[in-house]
């Protein structure tokens, strides 16, 4: 009964392909997140979405598109793979309440070549 | 501009010892603390957290205590175990802030028999 899964957990393609990852979290928390971290392990936030809305959207290229299709999924679509791409990315859901703790997938390992 | 940083890349100590990480920012926005354990290949755990209304707080083996005004805040670790190895993430957030994170860069930490 994990409470946030991603998949795949691993994903190697070529450049120029285009990929998803799904999220899905039984947490019942109404907010959820991708973050990147890239090779020298900095965790950044890419998006937020609350209740199905985005709420965060931190200057990611548009190739980077996600969706909510309900408060427990937030899939990332990523058009056009570059090698610049290859990272873990990590979903994440909370209670948009201060000081609410994010609550972290096992992570994706993208390797674009 | 890191906003949150952990200048210790690694840290290593004798099992039964005190484990202490550290970590400084740079925001006076930010109103909660967290720390986060994260093992290999997995995603980060939340561990403690603490207001920034408060100067210290304890769960089990782990405490947290936070100086406002030197922006500075530390992980307890008594008495650190082998199990206790880890990558240790610092994070802070700011009201109004969509519950983002923003995470220093990791230390990581050896516990050794």
């Known amino acids: 009964d994990t409470a946030v899964s991603q998949t795949p957990k691993y994903l190697v393609t070529q450049m120029g392909n285009d990929k998803s990852i799904k999220c899905e979290q039984n947490l019942g928390h109404d907010t959820m997140y991708w973050y990147k971290q890239d090779s020298k392990k900095f965790l950044k936030i890419m998006f937020s979405y609350n209740n199905k809305e985005l709420i965060i959207n931190e200057t990611v290229p548009n190739r980077f598109s996600p969706k909510s299709p309900d408060k427990a999924h937030l899939n990332l679509h990523i058009n056009s793979l570059e090698l610049g791409d290859s990272a873990v990315y990590f979903c994440?859901?909370?209670?948009?309440?201060?000081?609410?703790?994010?609550?972290f997938g096992n992570g994706t390992r993208l390797t674009v070549t | 501009d890191q906003q949150v940083k952990q200048n210790s890349p690694s840290l290593s100590v004798q099992e039964g010892r005190i484990s202490i990480l550290n970590c400084d920012y740079t925001n006076s926005m930010f109103d909660y603390f967290l720390w986060y354990k994260k093992y290999p290949a997995e995603g980060p755990t939340f561990l403690i957290s603490i207001s920034s209304i408060k100067d210290k707080n304890e769960d089990g083996r782990f405490t947290v205590f936070l100086n406002k005004s030197a922006k500075h805040l530390s992980l307890h670790i008594v008495p650190s175990q082998p199990g206790d190895s880890a990558v240790y993430f610092c994070a802070a957030s700011a009201n109004n802030q969509g519950g983002k994170l923003i995470f220093g860069q990791g230390t990581e930490l050896s516990v050794k028999p």
């Open positions: 994440a859901s909370s209670q948009l309440t201060a000081g609410s703790p994010l609550h």
